[in-house]
Every structure is written in C-alpha cells, then in structure tokens.
C-alpha cells in the first residue's frame, strides 16, 4: 500500500511569497499531522486534522495555516514568507489521531529554502 | 506544556551497546514514542512505552519510568545501518492534546 506522499519535495520562494505544500495520507488514514523541522528547533507540531476540521494547534503565528478535505488529503500554507521558515515540512499519518505512534506514518517531506 | 531532552550526539563502535536517554516535563502523559530518522528521509516508528518496563523488539528496546518522566531506547549489536537521529517523543493527554512532542534527537555515529 501507498506510503503518505508530500509534494513538491524541494521548494525555493522568496521572502514575501506565500506557499502550499500538499500531503496524501495512506489510503484510509484519515488523520493528518504536520511538523516543522529544523537543526536547531527539531521536530516542532504545527497542527493536527481530523475529519476535514482542526483538532490541534501548535504554537506557530496565523501565517501558518492548514485544511483537509474530504479525501483526508491535506494542505498547509504559509503566507508573508520568512527567512526562518526555511525547514523541512513534514506529514504524518494515522488512521485516527490520539492513538499509538506506531500508527503515525511520516512522509518524505517538502524542503522549503526561503531566500 | 511538554519539555523533553535528551544528549545531542553519541558515538558507538559496531557491534556494541548503546543507551539514549531522554528525560520529560510533561502536564499530561499518554505514552513516550521513540522514531529513527536517517539523514534526508523521515522519521520512522521504533517504540512506543505508555506502561513503566521495558519493551523490546529485536535488536531494539525501550525502557520508561513514568514517576521519573525518564525514558531509554537501547540498541544492541550496533551496525553501520544504525547511524541516524533518534528522536524521543511524549504524547500529551486530554482534550485537543494529542499530538506528539518531539525532543531535539540524539545523533548516533556507529564508527568501525
């Protein structure tokens, strides 16, 4: 069975822009996480989907936003690109959240290089 | 909130032993998960503790004690294949506290 599929996988914006990046959970998962991740932050929560709505937030400013649809695909965004949003975006996975991480599947993630 | 550390970096010669901690400050816990990433890929699961003990699979296991909100992942009989970052991760608990906490990673060098 198909793996959780994040596109693109290399991203180049420019300060200002705003970006999409995209994630196609495993077939029948339907809770869908996102990370950020840096050298010197680590894996940091970006927020949680379930079911089309938003079951969590992590500390991050309202440029960083995201949605799910009814395929449980899912999409964030992030608006007024910064120079410290450069970081690899990743998507996890899962048949429903809250439950064990070996159920959470990551994907390859998008590399976003903001200059 | 959710403070979790654990050592930047290790280094292990092939075929030996290695222990990784990692030492948690959570407000709610709902297990302690740890993931192997191997530089450009992502994570993958390796364990998941909610009970105190020790779980192990295969060359693998993982040790929690959660009155001491500290963990382990122990790897036995290095190999070259076992150089990565290891992440520790704590789950929160309650209402819209699910998601997965990471701590920075402990970057394992297995060296011949």
């Known amino acids: 069975k198909a793996g959780v599929t994040q596109t693109p996988r290399y991203l180049i914006k420019t300060r200002g822009q705003q970006v999409t990046l995209s994630c196609s959970p495993i077939?029948?998962?339907?809770?869908v996480s996102w990370y950020q991740q840096t050298p010197g932050q680590g894996l940091q929560f970006l927020f949680e989907?379930?079911?089309?709505?938003?079951?969590n937030k992590g500390n991050f400013p309202g440029r960083f936003s995201g949605r799910q649809f009814s395929n449980s695909r899912s999409e964030m965004n992030v608006s007024t690109l910064e120079l410290g949003d450069s970081a690899l975006y990743l998507c996890?996975?899962?048949?429903?959240?809250?439950?064990?991480?070996?159920?959470?599947?990551f994907g390859q993630g998008t590399r976003l290089t903001v200059v | 909130g959710q403070n979790i550390d654990q050592p930047t970096e290790m280094t292990a010669t092939e075929g030996a032993i290695v222990q990784i901690n990692c030492t948690y400050q959570?407000?709610?816990?709902?297990?302690l998960f740890w993931y192997q990433q191997h530089a450009g890929e992502a994570p993958t699961f390796l364990s998941y503790?909610?009970?105190?003990g020790l779980e192990e699979k295969g060359r693998f296991s993982s040790f929690l004690s959660r009155s001491k909100g500290y963990s382990y992942l122990l790897l036995k009989e290095l190999q070259m294949k076992d150089s990565a970052s290891y992440l520790c991760?704590?789950?929160?608990?309650?209402?819209?506290?699910?998601?997965?906490?990471f701590g920075k990673g402990t970057k394992l060098s297995v060296i011949p």
């Open positions: 996890a996975s899962s048949l429903v959240p809250s439950t064990g991480g070996s159920e959470a599947f």
């Open positions: 077939s029948g998962h339907r809770s």
């Open positions: 989907y379930f079911s089309e709505t938003q079951r």
């Open positions: 959570t407000s709610g816990f709902n297990g």
């Open positions: 503790n909610v009970l105190d």
């Open positions: 991760a704590v789950r929160g608990s309650g209402a819209g506290s699910y998601q997965l906490t």
